[in-house]
């Protein structure tokens, strides 16, 4: 991938998109929601497709001269259907908030009573944090794991539904270690006359390689950001059974959005295209190979993990033994090429802006090859670098790690800019 006019034209953005790229190189991604697209993902965002307008779907736009968006649209929304498995697809969502939204619109009436999980145990919010649009306009009510196991305990949850009698059950999360049983979840919704819907957005990807259960047959809606463990463009979709297909495609235009972005969408068949190869399975096996093998090297190295360790790509480090903040432990790392973020814990004494615990995972570092023999060092250095956060030779230590591990698995290596 060459740039030829941007740098010619705008020397300020070529400058700081240069400046990123390097950082991107440089250091090791471990913010457990982001990923490195492929150069072909990349690519198809940078085409004319973006200079289309295109309201509406395929075959039924407002607008002339759809006949090659069109296509592109369908070819997303097919392979989006065959990789999920799924009766219909709505590839138009530009990020995974929007994409919610849309889901309640399409189901619920304002004040209808919900199910989702807090946002400071693991949840999103849009799941009903009262500052978000989700909270204010319907009765959420929040479920979130015990405090012994720091897991979500199904006789809880069958209790509250039963008490509380939802209209919807949200499920998913973008900070919880463990697996969503969508089977057990789909009983108790249909105990209750629920609807469930299944965010799979942090663990899509261990959905379509079995690592993690798949939402479908069992969830009424499934909805999944593109960028996380998919390894798409930064964007979302939403799928569904047949029977909802118009009250989403609705909801989602004219019911929040405008005009889609067509280059994302054909960004999103391409990585649809990639997720389907056996190669995906492999590196999607591999990331949950990687994260335990990090979790493992973490905790024997006396770092305390909520929940004591993971099932999928990420997992949260409780700061408190260390006594330093979420802050200061991600910044540390972050400052010798470790990107994390800080993030709260179950029942934790902090808030969400000053948190006491970090998140962390593996699928981006994944996507550069590495294996549990890399997550072995890194995992050790992590530890020694909590451990003594103010001690400038480790921190120089922590340095050289980074500076070694992102040589030896080169990232981008054909851009040039
Ligand atoms: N911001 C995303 C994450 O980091 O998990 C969720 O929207």
Known sequence: MKYEQLPQQDPEITDLVRQEIKRQQDGLVMIPSENHASVAVLEAMATVLSNKYAEGYPHKRYYTGNQYVDQVEQLAIDRAKALFKADHANVQPNAGSGANIAIYLATLKPGDKVMGMKLDQGGHLT???????????????????????????????????????????????????????????????????????????????LCISGDHPAPFPYADFVMTTTHKTLRGPRSAIILTQQEHAKAIDKAVFPGTQGGPLEH??????????????????????????????????????????????????????????????????????????????????????????????????????????????????????????????????????????????????????????
């Open 127 to 205: 799941h009903g944090h009262p500052v978000n649009l989700s909270g204010q306009l319907y009765n959420f009510v929040q479920y979130g794991v015990r405090q012994d196991t720091e897991i979500i305990d199904m006789n809880e949850i069958r209790d509250m539904a039963k008490k509380e009698k939802p209209k919807m059950i949200v499920t998913g999360a973008t900070a919880y270690p463990r697996i969503f049983d969508f089977k057990a979840w789909k009983e108790i919704a249909d105990e209750v006359g629920a609807l469930l819907l299944a965010d799979i957005s942090h663990f899509v990807g």
């Open 264 to 417: 994302v969408i054909a960004a999103k068949a391409v990585c649809f295209a990639e997720a389907a190869k056996p190669e995906f399975i492999n590196y999607a096996q591999q990331i949950v190979k990687n994260a335990k093998a990090l979790a493992e090297t973490l905790t024997d190295e006396g770092i305390r993990l909520v929940s004591g360790g993971t099932d999928i790509h990420l997992m949260l480090i409780d700061c408190n033994p260390l006594k330093i903040s979420g802050r200061t432990g991600s910044n540390v790392l972050a400052e010798g090429g470790i990107y994390t973020n800080r993030n709260t814990i179950p029942y934790d004494p902090g808030s969400a802006f000053e948190p006491t615990g970090i998140r962390l995972g593996t699928p981006a570092i994944t996507t550069r090859g590495m294996k549990e023999d890399q997550m072995k060092i890194i995992g050790t250095i992590i530890a020694k670098v909590l451990k003594n956060s103010t001690n400038e030779e480790i921190k120089k230590e922590l340095n050289d790690t980074v500076t070694e591990l992102a040589n030896q698995f080169p990232l981008y290596p054909e851009m040039t800019i």
